[in-house]
């Protein structure tokens, strides 16, 4: 069983449009995150959301919304996409409070690609 | 969150044994040392994590020296299938959940 996962796998679509990526996870873990993964290979922190508290990564801009139905899910919301947003999503998940929240599971990555 | 340093990339032969330093000078007192492996096209897999002198697992071993101001990862016999990027995070994970993650090595082995 898939740990992560995500969809879609790919993402393609124009200037403007608002689109969502979709995260789940199995691990009955507490905590989910995304990351954006830019041309560079980049690595960065975009949210982590537990079902206390949203840390938004101050960097990030108001366009991007995550949506949480349930524990198991994080859904991240994209309005007016840019060419700039292009890059590899990544969701994770970790224990939650009390555990160990540097060792994270990721799911395979959304590339998404803005024309 | 302290500034971490590790080489680009590396090159190695399947059999040997693979170490990559990351130099982390202003690491706090209560931060923790972690490793990160990724793949091309997946998402990063957690390797090892430690806070002084060594750890093991069934993957790699971590060496952490005395003043704490560098970690070596250890891969122990690389195959090809080692073929990876490697991130070296340094954090306090019991008062900030938020990972950094640095360029990270690019690890090639070769046959």
């Known amino acids: 069983d898939t740990a992560v996962s995500q969809t879609p796998k790919y993402l393609v679509t124009q200037m403007g449009n608002d689109k969502s990526i979709k995260c789940e996870q199995n691990l009955g873990h507490d905590t989910m995150y995304w990351y954006k993964q830019d041309s560079k290979k980049f690595l960065k922190i975009m949210f982590s959301y537990n079902n206390k508290e949203l840390i938004i990564n101050e960097t990030v801009p108001n366009r991007f919304s995550p949506k949480s139905p349930d524990k198991a899910h994080l859904n991240l919301h994209i309005n007016s996409l840019e060419l700039g947003d292009s890059a590899v999503y990544f969701c994770?998940?970790?224990?939650?409070?009390?555990?160990?929240?540097?060792?994270?599971?990721f799911g395979p990555g959304t590339r998404l690609t803005v024309t | 969150l302290a500034k971490t340093t590790q080489p680009i990339s590396m090159d190695s032969y399947e059999g040997q044994e693979v170490n990559i330093t990351c130099s982390h000078n202003n690491i706090a007192t209560n931060d923790y040392i972690t490793w990160y492996q990724q793949f091309p096209s997946q998402g990063p897999r957690f390797i090892i994590q430690g806070y002084k002198t060594k750890v093991t697992n069934e993957v790699a071993s971590l060496f952490i020296p005395a003043d704490r101001k560098s970690s070596t990862l250890s891969l122990p016999r690389v195959s090809l299938s080692d073929t990876a990027v490697y991130y070296c995070l340094v954090g306090d994970m019991y008062n900030n959940n938020d990972m950094r993650f640095g360029a990270g090595t690019r690890l090639t082995v070769k046959p």
């Open positions: 994770a998940s970790s224990q939650g409070s009390g555990a160990n929240p540097y060792e994270q599971y």
